[in-house]
């Protein structure tokens, strides 16, 4: 009996079996891909830090400029345990934090607004975009004494040059991403006689996605390097004064203990954009 | 005053010119004069940028800048549906459950961030439809197109051919008084092709639709209109107009019939004439070659002057 509805089992059972098999190949493959890159993205990093490491330790490199990697990392355990460096440094990162957070999320608001406002309007368009390309190049520094005089010395003046900085890349970016989507969305959205707001929805803002994302990011490195370069000048704490006075009383450790929260919190946001812009446009393909 | 009898769109005289980007001006349509009849189908074929999709265009509403005149009323209904986009009012009117026109693109009109559902879906925005009524719709023209399975797939997951059938669900489910399709089978594999021709056919039936059919092969053509009209090459004025055989025939055992294989080459030649193509089997001109003269000796040898047609010819 068992034997029999075995047997008559078989053909079909075997089938899904084979099926589930290429499955199941299909995910080792891609699993091994993940490990694979995951693997390099570690190991030329870490290479590097080799490198370093025994350079200064052989003497190639000047240890007092170049501290062993080592030697940073105990270090920046030690600002963790120390209460008044470990205080000094979250003092900074909280004014850093604020600064970059507000001038982000300000410069964002206002390029979207704007971007959108250019991208759907065309007078609105012909009448800012010279504005915007002329000082757009500026490199945003240089308007640093302007901003200090409208809104003086202080937290002000550095949220508003990273919002201006921030406000550009969001703008031209949402403005391209409005114009520049494909002209058959257009067509469908005038034959099938969308009421505007469903066509601003379903189509216009979906369509410029893709591009307002890449401004996103390419506005947040703006901002980093914003935020640094203006607190090396200010003298307000921040990272940027951090390293900056770290550098001036040779403290070298506590300066790459600096560089390396800003590189990794850019690092860090731009995984997060591109994450965010493959869940809000998943049909993208980079 | 209107009659039922009236075409259900009449362009007179319609000419179009394009601005180029250094201002040369491109001739695209000269003078077409062409009536489709409420319930008719019609299929446009013509060389090679000969203004086929500017004529669909204009009738779409979507290219508003020619000359001459194009007045529709495809519904039959005084007061709707004619020139209905030239505003006029609308106010008092029954609940529209069909949209005036709508119309399939030659290229991929699938909405990347919409499922399948919601694309077609979109069609049905301005249609006063209730949510059980709309549902039904998106269901049952994906059971027409094939994609039943899909309904929450988004188009980069699926086929070029899948995608171009999404844009052909999303159009029947609004029911247009005016369908215009422009090449819409173009992307499908040959096998669906001949089903979906099959399909709208028996659509186009069913529903008495007026139809402007645009497409590059003279086969289709003959096969899913009542009329074909064929353009000469740019600026595309009516070179010949020809009513097909009906005969209630499935679209397979049609191409048996000997009045459909006559006319698909009165219409090749006419198309061959226009781009100063012709052709003759290789290598001899004894009457042999006679029985099949766009089939697969097209191509051989007297291709360069104009690729696109001689394809057309062929395909």
Redesign the interface.
Known sequence: MTTGSSVRDTPVKSATMAFGDSVERLRRRRTGEQRKRLAWAILTPVTLLAIWEIATRVGVLDARFFPPPLKIISDSFGFLTDPQLRHELLHNLGESGTRLIAGFVIGTCAGLAVGLAMGLHPVTRYALSGVINASYPLPKLTLFPLMIIFFGIGNMSMIALIALGVFFMVCINTTSGVIYSSP??D??A??????RL?RLR??TI??A?PSVISGLRLAFGQALIILVSTEFVSGNGGIGYLIWNSWQVLDVPMMFVGLTIVGLTGWLVSVGINRLGRTL???Q?D | MKSPDDPAVRIQGLTKVFLGRNGTAVHALQDVDLEVNRGEVVAVIGPSGCGKTTLLRVLAGLDTTYEGHVQWDVTGEPGAGGNARSGGARGGRAPRDRLTSATVFQADSTLPWLTVERNVRLGLCRLRLDRRAADARVHDVLHLVGLRDFPRAYPHELSGGMRQRVAIARALATRPHLLLMDEPLAALDAQTRIVMQQELINIWRETHSTVVYVTHDIEEAVTVADRVVVLSARPGRVRLVRTTPTTGASVTDLRRERAFGDLVVELWNAIADEVGISLSPAGSSSPAGSSSPAGPSAPAGHASPAGPSTKAGAA
């Open positions: 058959i969305y067509d469908v005038r034959s099938y006689e969308l009421p469903v379903l189509i979906p369509a996605i446009a998943p049909w393909s």
